[in-house]
């Protein structure tokens, strides 16, 4: 069974940093591409970034481009989030899924307010 587990969301001021952290079992993880989407209130998902199965290839959404990095540690089975300059139009729950898959987590919660 395919489990993935998102972490490390919170209360930030605009301009701060978040570091999510997904950890994934049930699969073999260095095999998928990954990817972070996340969902605002009262809209749909939206994708954020996505990263190869090697961690060799990166693409990002223009609106996070140059604030987010996505990585992967394929010995630890986690993905990762580095959220810089947040602003609060990032405020949504983020998740993890395989490229292909919709998300199937609880997600995490991301709130940039003041």
């Known amino acids: 069974e395919v489990q993935l587990v998102e972490s490390g969301g919170g209360l930030v001021q605009p301009g701060g940093s978040l570091r999510l952290s997904c950890a994934a079992s049930g699969f073999t993880f260095s095999s998928y591409a990954m990817k972070w989407v996340r969902q605002a209130p009262g809209k749909g998902l939206e994708w954020v970034s996505g990263i190869s199965s090697g961690g060799g290839r990166l693409s990002y959404a223009d609106s996070v481009k140059g604030r987010f990095t996505i990585s992967r540690d394929n010995a630890k089975n986690t993905l990762y989030l580095q959220m810089n300059s947040l602003k609060p139009e990032d405020t949504a729950v983020y998740y993890c899924?395989?490229?292909?898959?919709?998300?199937g987590g609880q997600g995490t919660q991301v709130t940039v307010s003041s």
């Open positions: 899924a395989r490229d292909q898959d919709p998300p």
